[in-house]
């Protein structure tokens, strides 16, 4: 397991609760556009690797298909068995799975592929999974970040908080977070067909509930958050406040623009 695999795994566990409140929403929103890609309709066998708490599982299964899930986190695990209960969910690590070579007519991840060491060890992992003609369709965060995902950083900044080394890859594993680097990253893994796009929307929260993923420990943000005194934190989120007004409705809820990267592939026969 790389370092950047060991800091992954600490930084999950636990979180379950904190991410189903608060990053989940978010991570649902290309779950359609996953399954679609995926080619998943009633009776595909197919496999949602870091399942998380069951979203992309719970979809597939709303779809008449057989659905298999596996989260690294046993946590995340537990909760997608009570979000997805006709799913076989297991516990289990990329780039590593319990399953069989060829087990699956669709193999999912979704925002996975961005939280292991070595991601073209994980879609070789994923292509193994998959039977000849089988498709496999993975998304990320792009990079650089979209508004959503920059607020936190800039608020950092904008205090002149002591900045923070974020863990990252190593060099030699990392790629470009764009749809090329993304779709690079399937071909080069041996899958055809590959396509990829960039999705874009509006994610409707609060500030409340992404500070609150944040100071809860979800995401890279929360590891500027955690190196910062309780006093610095607090003029943090005063500035994220102030960030935010532009995209608050009368509700109170904002709407920020954000995106995620898709990308897809079939496993050559
Ligand atoms: C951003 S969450 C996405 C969860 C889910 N796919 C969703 O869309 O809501 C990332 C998930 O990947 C899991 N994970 C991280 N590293 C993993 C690995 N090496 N193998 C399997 N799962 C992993 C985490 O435990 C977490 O549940």
Request: hydrophobic fraction near 50%; include cysteine; charge should be neutral.
């Amino acid at each position: 397991m790389t370092a950047f695999d060991s800091y992954e795994r600490a930084q999950w566990r636990g979180g379950a609760d904190t991410f189903a409140r608060t990053f989940a929403p978010l991570c649902a929103y290309p779950a359609d556009a996953l399954l679609d890609a995926a080619g998943v309709t009633a009776g595909s066998r197919t496999l949602d690797v870091g399942t998380g708490t069951g979203t992309v599982a719970a979809l597939a299964l709303a779809r008449g298909a057989v659905v298999t899930a596996v989260d690294a986190d046993s946590g995340m695990a537990a909760a997608a068995r009570s979000a997805a209960p006709g799913a076989a969910v297991r516990v289990g690590a990329l780039p590593a799975l319990p399953f069989a070579t060829g087990a699956f007519d669709a193999v999912v991840a979704n925002f996975v592929l961005n939280h292991v060491g070595v991601p073209a060890a994980a879609v070789a992992e994923l292509a193994r999974l998959t039977r000849p003609g089988g498709r496999i369709a993975v998304t990320i965060w792009p990079y650089p970040p979209p508004r959503l995902q920059s607020l936190l950083g800039e608020a950092v900044r904008a205090i002149g908080a002591a900045p923070v080394a974020l863990p990252r890859l190593a060099a030699e594993h990392d790629f470009a977070r764009t749809v090329a680097g993304l779709s690079g990253l399937l071909a080069a893994g041996g899958l055809t067909e590959v396509t990829g796009r960039q999705l874009d929307w509006r994610h409707r929260t609060t500030v409340a509930d992404w500070w609150a993923g944040a100071e809860g420990g979800i995401g890279a943000a929360s590891v500027l958050l955690a190196a910062q005194p309780a006093a610095t934190r607090d003029r943090i989120r005063a500035e994220l406040d102030r960030l935010a007004e532009p995209y608050r409705g009368t509700d109170g809820v904002c709407a920020i623009p954000t995106a995620a990267l898709l990308a897809t592939g079939t496993v050559p026969g």
